[in-house]
């Protein structure tokens, strides 16, 4: 009975830390623990309120529905990768293009390292406006919207539109997850429409994400992967997804 609180209590301890898991990392976190156990786990854990039972995984109930979760929570996971995923990022940029920049946590990272050069830059993250403030030569916009004050962003119709006026060269995006079924996804309906506009205004499309995202299924999708250019992550994508962006000639960083 106490082996078995002490892994129910660390399943909470990893689905709270990474926001949302698939069940394929929960196997891996505990690889002497059979599925059925696992399942049986979860089921238990969702009725007691401690996690939230999601297709494919778990979600943390310190995530609140609807927002796609605390910035501030999510800045403090996965940091070793969104600093590699924001140093391949560099090697794409180019003086004197138009960008978009998603909000996110691992845009903001990426927002950071971004050199101070002429470039006009649409973000719709607060906190990559925030790391952007103090360079003097890039044209910094942020679209008006709605704000969503959990994840530091705007989005909505006015955001939607603005965006529909700008050609970028290269669109930087976050993603809350990827499911080979689902594609890319997000938890908020508006988030995946501006992501979309933004998508279809970009010469090249590039998403930034930590190999913790794959086989991640959240509400909305707003992208499939034949969508995409070109993948930047942290070097641990699993041979499955490698091979389909090979088959669909995505360039993976």
Do not use: W
């Not at 002490?6 to 898991?21: C, D, H, P, Q, S």
């Not at 999510?74 to 969104?82: C, F, H, L, P």
């Not at 994400?209 to 991640?216: C, E, G, P, T």
């Amino acid at each position: 009975m106490e082996a078995m609180e002490t892994r129910r209590n660390a399943i909470v301890e990893l689905v709270n830390k990474n926001g949302t898991v698939s069940f394929a990392q929960i196997k891996d976190a505990f690889p002497d623990v059979s599925e059925m156990t696992l399942r049986t786990d979860l089921k238990t854990l969702d009725e007691a309120k401690k996690i939230l039972r999601i297709h494919g995984g778990a979600k943390s109930v310190q995530t609140v529905f609807g927002t796609d979760g605390l910035l501030s929570s999510k800045a403090y996971q996965n940091i070793a990768e969104k600093q590699v995923i924001a140093q391949k990022a560099l090697t794409l940029l180019h003086e004197g293009t138009s960008l978009f920049l998603d909000s996110g946590s691992t845009t903001t990272a990426f927002a950071k390292r971004i050199p101070d050069q002429a470039d006009l830059i649409y973000t719709t993250g607060l906190s990559c406006a925030a790391e952007l403030k103090d360079l003097s030569r890039p044209t910094v916009m942020i679209p008006g919207g709605q704000l969503n004050r959990f994840s530091q962003s705007v989005f909505g119709s006015l955001a939607v539109h603005e965006l529909e006026r700008v050609n970028f060269d290269q669109a930087f995006l976050g993603t809350t997850g990827f499911d080979f079924s689902a594609g890319f996804t997000c938890g908020i309906s508006e988030e995946a429409i501006l992501k979309q506009t933004a998508i279809r205004q970009a010469d090249q499309v590039i998403v930034l994400m930590d190999s913790s995202k794959i086989n991640v299924k959240c509400s909305f999708r707003f992208s499939r992967l034949s969508d995409v250019d070109i993948i930047v992550s942290d070097g641990n994508l699993p041979e499955e997804f490698l091979a389909a962006c090979r088959e669909q000639q995505i360039t993976v960083l």
